[in-house]
């Protein structure tokens, strides 16, 4: 599976951003696919998951009730609607995919695929 993460910016807090994550492979559409986020110096953390199998999905408590993660398999897309944006949010943005039929975590290293990362950016 190859991911390719793109909708970073500079936003103003407050803003709003949607952040897409297009999948290539074949297997792509039974994968549970997630975001994470990480700040130079930090370790990188858990934002949001959806699962394959019937769209459930989790969210960081940090998040909840402001980003909502979504998925379109006709497109092989991901996207994470991000609202009410905080300078706290900034951060470069990473999809991931794991293995197919895999179950729905928010542990990090259970993620097989990892997109090249998009900068998001909120100013106060």
């Known amino acids: 599976v190859q991911l390719q993460a793109s909708g970073g910016g500079l936003v103003q807090a407050g803003g709003s951003l949607r952040l897409s994550c297009v999948a290539s492979?074949?297997?792509?559409?039974?994968?549970?696919m997630g975001w994470f986020r990480q700040v130079p110096g930090k370790e990188r953390e858990f934002v949001a998951a959806?699962?394959?199998?019937?769209?459930?999905?989790i969210y960081s408590d940090s998040v909840k009730g402001r980003f909502t993660i979504s998925r379109d398999n006709a497109k092989n897309t991901v996207y994470l609607q991000m609202s009410s944006l905080e300078p706290e949010d900034t951060a470069v943005y990473y999809c991931?995919?794991?293995?197919?039929?895999?179950?729905?975590?928010?542990?990090?290293?259970?993620?097989?695929?990892w997109g090249q990362g998009t900068q998001v950016t909120v100013s106060s």
């Open positions: 959806i699962s394959w199998s019937d769209s459930s999905t």
């Open positions: 991931a995919a794991r293995k197919p039929l895999a179950a729905l975590t928010m542990d990090m290293t259970a993620y097989d695929y």
């Open positions: 492979g074949r297997t792509s559409r039974s994968s549970s």
